[in-house]
């Protein structure tokens, strides 16, 4: 029995990771559109969840992308060398097969051959027992995991936008973001993407707690675990790439009123730049770290305690007697600074130009849309 539903299960198994192969590329391309969209639009970039330097919303939205891709080149890969186990009998010594055919070695070799490429796999498994190693599921939903990492992580990150009026993952005519709260324009899609994503990790441990278990050439007591988490896996990517892509095709980015907020931490976001103007006016580094803080830090309370809307960062250091910049000149530098992003575009570029290699690869999953199958 084991002959036929092994190799069902992992011809089931590579079908699955063909159509979720079609839907990352989808997936990668429209992240690719969305990040040309806004290659050079100024954001306040932040880490620990902080204002620290100026990107653009292109770049974010690469960097997503980009890890998208890494997944994808895993996932392509797997399926390239993904095995069938093959014709392989009871316990895996092909004896059946051997005795079936007068005992003629060269024709059970024909046959499993034939099996393999009728099935559509480019390699199969020779020391195999009962079953095929289940380690080879966990590399499924590891894959799967990975995958699922870079769209997760733009979710979450869009989700964290739209609670600062940012960006939004769209909000459709009649659409109640709040039964209580009719103001609220709730980021549900993202949240769904981010336990979508859950989900596939809780697999994945299941998955992983299968492989080193095997029994001898082989038992079922995989099964009861097996025939959960690999179609639910399975179900999970889908609906979280189906979701996913909805939220690409809705995404709103609110460039006005991200003006502002990169506006209002620019003195912040250029202490940086700031920091090597002083250092090349002579003053040294130390010195000039500790200003910076000192009055960074002093803006940050005025404006959180309400005492002032303004950044006061610059009037402050100005008059500092030791601070070899004047206002002007440090007026000057901010303006310079806002658009300052570094590589951002060349990023942004080249990671447009690794996209079109896979839309080249597989033309067929350019368009796919929410609902439709590569």
């Not at 990668?28 to 306040?44: C, Q």
């Not at 770049?59 to 390239?80: H, N, Q, T, V």
């Not at 806002?338 to 079109?356: L, N, P, R, T, Y």
């Amino acid at each position: 029995s084991r002959d036929l539903t092994e190799n069902v299960e992992q011809l089931q198994i590579k079908r699955s990771l063909d159509l979720v192969l079609g839907k990352a590329v989808a997936t990668l391309a429209k992240i690719e559109k969305r990040a040309v969209e806004h290659t050079a639009t100024p954001l306040g970039a932040r880490t620990h969840n902080v204002a620290a330097q100026v990107t653009s919303v292109g770049k974010r939205w690469a960097m997503f992308g980009e890890e998208l891709a890494l997944g994808l080149k895993r996932l392509e890969s797997l399926i390239e060398m993904y095995p069938l186990r093959g014709l392989k009998g009871a316990v895996g010594t092909q004896k059946d097969a051997l005795q079936l055919l007068g005992g003629d070695a060269s024709k059970v070799r024909e046959l499993e051959e034939a099996i393999s490429e009728h099935l559509g796999f480019a390699d199969s498994l020779n020391n195999v027992g009962q079953v095929y190693p289940r380690s080879l599921d966990t590399a499924v939903v590891d894959t799967l995991v990975e995958l699922a990492a870079g769209p997760s992580n733009f979710a979450k990150t869009l989700r964290l936008m739209a609670g600062h009026e940012l960006a939004s993952e769209g909000f459709a005519p009649g659409q109640t973001g709040s039964s209580a709260m009719p103001h609220k324009m709730n980021s549900r899609s993202c949240e769904r993407v981010n336990g979508f994503h859950t989900i596939l990790k809780g697999y994945q441990t299941m998955a992983a707690g299968l492989a080193g278990d095997q029994w001898n050439e082989g038992d079922v007591s995989c099964s009861v675990v097996r025939r959960v988490c690999l179609p639910d896996a399975f179900f999970a990517m889908d609906g979280l790439f189906e979701t996913f892509l909805t939220v690409l095709n809705q995404l709103e980015v609110n460039a006005a009123v991200i003006d502002t907020e990169v506006t209002r931490y620019l003195p912040f976001l250029a202490s940086t730049s700031l920091l090597m103007a002083a250092v090349g006016r002579g003053m040294g580094r130390e010195q000039a770290h500790g200003l910076v803080k000192k009055h960074a830090l002093a803006a940050i309370a005025a404006m959180r305690s309400g005492e002032t809307v303004e950044n006061r960062m610059l009037a402050d250091l100005s008059a500092e007697s030791a601070w070899p910049l004047n206002l002007q000149e440090m007026s000057t530098l901010l303006e310079t600074a806002k658009h300052e992003i570094g590589m951002a575009e060349a990023q942004v570029a080249a990671f447009s130009d690794a996209v079109a290699v896979w839309v080249d690869k597989y033309p067929a999953a350019k368009d796919l849309e929410p609902g439709s199958i590569l």
